[in-house]
């Protein structure tokens, strides 16, 4: 398998346009996790999908950001309009939950920097 | 809540010698316990997991933790630092949501530096 797949690597946009962060988790996986990493604020948890079912969005810092899960191989963060202050690295995160093992680890792809100006 | 804590922000230790990264964990129940590594400009990789069984977990790269219940701890270790162990190293806990969905709570991270 080639992993969690995201896409781009690097973002530079401007300041009111809109950012589109793509991610195709590992198949066969059914949890989907977005999270956002800063020098600051280390590493925080977005928003997760069981099922392409969004669980949890509290950590979605304004209505600016959204998240979507059409099927089970691919999901999107955008943020209408991006500020500077979202700058940062982005990461989508996968893994299988067993009921009966329900310890398996999340496999994470390799970010995309945002860098906006 | 449950949640980790890595109280050291930063790790220096020459290359050769052992090394120890701490994490202390908070949980009700059972502990389900993960060590990540981050190497520069990439994503978390997984080292190792503490489920049950024995207290010595062997993890990738020659990675070890030691999970103890009487001081709610689980430090990464490893006997012999190596120059290339430089990274960012994150603990996290599994927790298991009031809707039956899990996510895992990461700590802050601690740094890592091996001096040749």
């Known amino acids: 398998d080639a992993g969690v797949i995201q896409s781009p690597r690097h973002e530079v946009t401007e300041m009111g346009q809109e950012v589109t962060l793509r991610c195709k988790p590992i198949?066969?996986?059914?949890?989907l996790f977005w999270y956002r990493q800063t020098m600051m604020r280390g590493l925080e948890l977005l928003i997760y999908?069981?099922?392409?079912?969004?669980?949890?969005d509290s950590g979605m810092p304004e209505d600016r950001f959204s998240a979507k899960m059409p099927n089970a191989s691919f999901s999107t963060l955008k943020i209408q309009p991006s500020e500077p202050r979202d700058s940062a690295v982005y990461f989508c995160?996968?893994?299988?939950?067993?009921?009966?093992?329900?310890?398996?680890?999340?496999?994470f792809g390799p970010g995309t920097r945002l860098t906006v100006l | 809540a449950q949640s980790v804590a890595q109280p050291e922000d930063q790790v220096n230790v020459a290359e050769g010698n052992p090394l120890t990264v701490k994490c202390t964990y908070s949980?009700?129940?059972?502990?389900?316990l993960f060590w990540y590594v981050q190497y520069p400009n990439r994503g978390l990789q997984f080292l190792l997991k503490?489920?049950?069984?024995?207290?010595l977990v062997k993890g990738s790269y020659g990675f070890e933790a030691e999970f103890n219940k009487s001081q709610t701890s689980f430090h990464l270790k490893k006997p012999s630092a190596l120059v290339s162990d430089s990274a960012l190293y994150f603990c996290?806990?599994?927790?298991?949501?009031?809707?039956?969905?899990?996510?895992?709570?990461f700590g802050k991270g601690t740094k890592l530096s091996v001096i040749p």
């Open positions: 995160a996968s893994s299988l939950f067993w009921a009966s093992q329900p310890y398996n680890e999340q496999f």
């Open positions: 198949s066969g996986h059914d949890y």
């Open positions: 999908f069981n099922n392409n079912v969004p669980i949890d």
């Open positions: 949980v009700s129940g059972n502990p389900y």
């Open positions: 503490y489920i049950t069984g024995d207290n």
């Open positions: 996290a806990v599994r927790v298991i949501t009031g809707a039956g969905s899990y996510q895992l709570t």
